[in-house]
């Protein structure tokens, strides 16, 4: 079984920034995966937000995280990382990881092409 914990949530004042993270454990797989983020608001659907390629060389956002969002990773600690500069009221929500194996190209933005998710970290961002 694999494991996805995320860390990094919190209170941050808009304009401000946070750094979430993804740390992978359990079964180790032989071959590649995909990682993305994604997120969900109270009384809304879980929407994507990023998601990166095996190789890191490949990366996708939403449009409304777009220039404001980085994801990246480091397979040598398994770990995935998403930057949030600017972030703004509405960015407000419970930030999920997932993992989807295979070298993920072309990503996914799709909940349902993901094997694997987190319990998530909230992220909130006050006026």
């Known amino acids: 079984q694999v494991q996805l914990v995320e860390s990094g949530g919190g209170l941050v004042q808009a304009g401000g920034s946070l750094r979430l993270s993804c740390a992978t454990s359990?079964?180790?797989?032989?071959?590649?995966?995909?990682m993305g983020w994604f997120r969900q608001a109270p009384g809304k659907e879980r929407e994507f937000v990023a998601a990166?390629?095996?190789?890191?060389?490949?990366?996708y956002y939403a449009d409304l995280v777009k220039g404001r969002f980085t994801i990246s990773r480091d397979n040598a600690k398994r770990t995935v990382y998403l930057q949030m500069n600017s972030l703004k009221p509405e960015d407000t929500a419970a930030y999920y990881c997932?993992?989807?194996?295979?070298?993920?190209?072309?990503?996914?933005?799709?909940?349902?092409?993901?094997?694997?998710w987190g319990q998530g970290t909230q992220v909130t961002v006050s006026s």
């Open positions: 997932a993992l989807v194996r295979g070298s993920g190209d072309p990503l996914k933005y799709d909940t349902t092409s993901y094997d694997y």
């Open positions: 990166i390629n095996w190789s890191g060389g490949n990366t």
């Open positions: 359990g079964r180790t797989f032989v071959g590649s995966y995909a």
